[in-house]
């Protein structure tokens, strides 16, 4: 299911989205915006194949926990369409990317805008940090390092019942500081799970800073390779290189493609408070004026207009 607007449109408004929802609550998830537009823009655009959502455009509010006494529980994966056996399934494992992934959805047409007007309230469902009852999330992944293993048994579980959909994984860089990622990538190319690719932001940032001042992780393809993935390495801003990253041929084993990002692409005033980019909260309200106008200059829109205190 493709979008009317092209790939490379629906990223950049997903920047400026996120930038002006930053600016407005006075805090945000920037820097992953700038690191994972286009890559969250191709996958829903045009690298899965997605069917219409089944959920509201407005995001019901937060219906409780499954349970036996809930049985009209959902979670927020029919945002991405329907499950059968056909259509792709998508894991979005960094749940902190969340209002990056909300903001792709209102580009794509799956959520209404007013939707992000409940970011991060009380009863709502489209929560800062995302559960698996958000827009777009089909389990929860606050804990780093499970999206693609549960990804894993879904794929090998579609494989067995002959369905033709695949299941891709949204991953971050810092999952690989995560024992269990290893271990999923093992027990996939063991299990000859090649229905299941992944796309993974390598943006070299987690909350604590840089990544090699957190805990060094080396060659991450290499590793990957040894572990029995196929691998494919792209500048995850260069949407032709993702498309032919993305139909590289891995019979018998998952596929991983690293998309090597820059936290600040698109917004290189974010660069004057570099280490700290995992999320932006402004010290004063002369930074926030300077980066309103700075990065709304870098991005081509007009700065958002602040009511005055």
């Excluded at 399934?89 to 959805?105: D, N």
């Excluded at 799956?110 to 559960?131: Q, Y």
């Excluded at 990804?151 to 019942?161: E, I, Q, S, T």
């Excluded at 991983?256 to 004057?272: C, D, F, K, N, Y």
């Amino acid at each position: 299911m493709r979008n009317e607007k092209s790939t490379e449109a629906i990223a950049h408004a997903i920047r400026s989205r996120v930038f002006e929802h930053t600016i407005r609550n006075n805090g945000g998830y920037l820097s992953q915006a700038c690191s994972a537009a286009e890559q969250l823009a191709f996958l829903y655009n045009e690298g899965l194949n997605l069917g219409p959502s089944t959920m509201p455009m407005i995001p019901p509010p937060f219906s409780g926990v499954p349970s036996a006494d809930n049985p009209d529980y959902v979670t927020g994966a029919g945002y991405n369409g329907p499950f059968d056996a056909v259509h792709d399934r998508l894991f979005i494992a960094p749940a902190h990317y969340a209002l990056v992934a909300y903001a792709c959805l209102i580009e794509v047409g799956r959520m209404a805008p007013e939707g992000l007007e409940m970011f991060n309230k009380d009863g709502t469902s489209v929560e800062m940090i995302g559960a698996e009852h958000s827009p777009g999330m089909e389990v929860h992944n606050g804990t780093l390092g499970i999206g693609f293993s549960t990804a894993a048994g879904l794929a090998w579980g579609r494989k067995r019942l002959g369905h033709t959909g695949r299941v891709c994984v949204f991953m971050s860089d810092g999952e690989v500081q995560e024992g269990q990622t290893w271990e999923a990538v093992q027990a996939a190319a063991h299990h000859g799970i090649d229905n299941l690719w992944a796309i993974m932001d390598v943006n070299r940032q987690q909350c604590d800073g840089a990544m090699d001042d957190v805990m060094t992780v080396g060659d991450i393809a290499t590793k990957l390779r040894d572990f029995g993935a196929v691998v494919a390495e792209v500048d995850a801003h260069d949407l032709s290189a993702m498309r032919a990253a993305a139909a590289t041929p891995h019979t018998g084993r998952p596929l991983i493609v690293l998309a090597h990002s820059r936290p600040t692409q698109g917004m290189e005033s974010l660069m004057s408070r570099f280490p700290r980019l995992h999320y932006v909260r402004f010290k004063s309200d002369e930074e926030r004026a300077r980066m309103n106008l700075e990065i709304a200059a870098e991005l081509g829109i007009a700065p958002v207009k602040l009511e005055a205190h």
